[in-house]
């Protein structure tokens, strides 16, 4: 399997990465985004073994935030590196919701 550097993605580095909608302010506003880009880097290195997850799953694996697991899985499935799978692929989760499965890109199904 290719291996997949997170910062190869970032052509300009203005994409995303924090959201900020706690209204943070220097110097914190700069570590979190570094956070940020350290779960995207470890969020994405789980999904390079080609298995499907989903985000609950992932928190699982890394015992990160649930609500950090989901926007590291957003921002990858925009920078194009994982690919959200069918319906059909939706497995019953730990709230008794289906939840959608995520797969590193370019993997046979």
């Given at each position: 399997?290719?291996?997949?550097d ?33 779960q ?13 997850y ?30 959200k799978?069918?319906?059909s692929?939706?497995?019953m ?7 959608h ?9």
């Open positions: 399997m290719m291996q997949i997170l910062f190869d993605t970032i052509p300009n580095g203005n994409e995303k990465i924090w959201y900020n909608t706690i209204n943070s302010t220097e110097p914190e506003l700069t570590q979190f985004k570094k956070d940020a880009k350290c995207e880097k470890l969020i994405l290195s789980v999904f390079e073994d080609g298995n499907k989903t985000a609950l799953h992932i928190k699982r694996i890394t015992g990160m935030n649930q609500d950090s697991c989901k926007r590291a899985i957003t921002n990858l499935f925009k920078k194009g590196l994982i690919q799978l069918d319906k692929d939706m497995v989760e730990e709230y008794g919701k289906p939840n499965r995520w797969q590193i890109k370019n993997v046979n199904k």
